[in-house]
């Protein structure tokens, strides 16, 4: 098992996600299941060369059958192989790295495409698992992949291509300035992309490079660093066990399990791990051409993802594949797809695409038109290039509509209560309605309300009686119910009928129960 891998994590600073601390644990201890290859290497070469070579990420790894072996000699940090890919423009440099066989770089028409993928570490031995199976990347092989990429003739520019959550703060520093210090040294671009996640460690070396591209949703950030300590005196305290250090200095257990830290370590490993932080803001700034406050600013966010990148400014844009990031790395050097290969690779004056050079008026007006000067203004006092600011103005444009969005859904929740107040009203109107429908359910009722005589003529029509024959068959409270529905109300409406009838008055007075 790979032991040197979880003690660093315990007891080094390491630029990683802190969700990803678990990961790297689990990695140490890992075993590929899936075969010879394992998923990393797999991906790598599926992913990164486009094609099916197979066996490079092995300890004991072996050409493929069929392909020659060319290049410089093997031995320890020497490239020992350059394999020849399905097409004239593909290749594979593989070199001896650590007594490991490690495929360097892809050589995909004029471009070096370096992978910087699983977790980060200081050498070879400490990214293999126990049967040897890559599950990380070393800076030992990406310092020497850099190195080669630089020198190769037939390369002229280099793209690092980072699926990573980071790792070991140790020598992270001093490879990112390596590997850009060679590739520029050499006249050629640097750029970088990124569809899986660059995190920590891992953007600290990316944010180096020339442009820097990612994925539609890829997440970039967790700058800083992090250290774990144990205390294990509680378990071991249950167990019955007790634990002395014989030492030579008070210091010299600092970070040990078997006992509480105390205030004073506290503090060293504290200032250990802000230095760390600082020389990764710093070099971020740098790279990505911010200031050391904006970068500690955005050092508080985890991650930026897709255009929140690009307006962060620590990316200038976005690409959907890595075959485009490609395809547009070597139209940014005039080579088409990038499927040139030859030609002498260390041309000086070459930069990176005019496209990823700060726009001008004039392209940001023919592309976004005149209508948005705010917008436009602000393009050209950030220095962003066409790509970026295309970026910005989708990302724009889906906040504008984001808001819209919401303000339709509040217009719409307000339009819905007033719909749900206007059918209450209604059911109370058709309540109204389903009453007075059932008052006229009475035939004399009708009849008088229609001004229709009849009945006995012992009473003649009195007053407002619609004409009705006062007396006879309506009865004393149908006259009450016919004044009501004229509008009166009810004391009226008993005292009219009481004129009206008389003797209608006297019979409904009778009828009704006698207080005792």
Known sequence: MNTRLIGRAASEPVMLRASEHALLMKLALHHHTDGGEGTLGLRAHVMLEMAGIKGAANKKAKLAAGREATGGQAGAGKVKASTAGPSP??????????????????????????????????????????????????????????????ADPM??????????????????????????????????????YSDGGCYSAALYIASQSDVMLIGENTGVGSIGCIMYAVDET?????????????????????????????????????ERVDAEATAFIEAVAAGRKLSTEQVRVLSATPEFVGADAVNAKIVQGVALSVEEAISRFAASMGRGNGQQSGGPAARKGTSASKTMEPASLADLKAAFGGNDPAFLLECMEDGLSLDAAKAKHNAKSFENLKAEKETLGKELTAARAELADVQQKLTAVETDLKDAKAKLESPVIK????????????????????????????????????????GKNFIKAVADAKVEDREGWGDWQASRPKAR
């Not at 594979?92 to 360097?104: D, N």
């Not at 970070?255 to 830290?261: E, I, L, Q």
């Open 155 to 192: 390369v002229a520019g280099v793209m690092l291509y980072v699926d990573s959550p980071g790792g070991a703060a140790v020598m992270c520093g001093a490879t990112a300035k390596l590997i850009a210090g060679a590739v520029k040294a050499a006249g050629k671009p640097l750029w970088a």
């Open 89 to 150: 423009d593909r290749a594979w440099v593989v070199a001896a790295v650590g007594g490991y066989e490690t495929l360097l770089y892809s050589r995909i028409g004029s471009i070096a495409v370096i992978p910087v993928m699983g977790v980060l570490d200081l050498r070879e031995g400490d990214v293999r698992d126990s049967e040897g199976l890559s599950i990380g990347t070393s800076y030992e092989s990406l310092k020497l992949a850099a190195m080669n990429a630089a």
């Open 447 to 486: 009849r008088a309300l229609l001004g229709v005589t009849g009945g006995s003529p012992k009473a003649a029509p009195v007053g407002d009686a619609g004409g009705a024959g006062a007396g006879g068959s309506m009865a004393f409270t149908d006259r009450i119910a016919m004044h009501q529905l004229q």
């Open 234 to 270: 509680a378990y071991w305290a249950n167990e019955g066990v007790r634990v002395e250090a014989i030492k030579s200095n008070e210091m010299k257990d600092i970070g040990s399990p078997y006992r509480a830290m105390t205030a004073e370590e506290r503090k060293l490993l504290q």
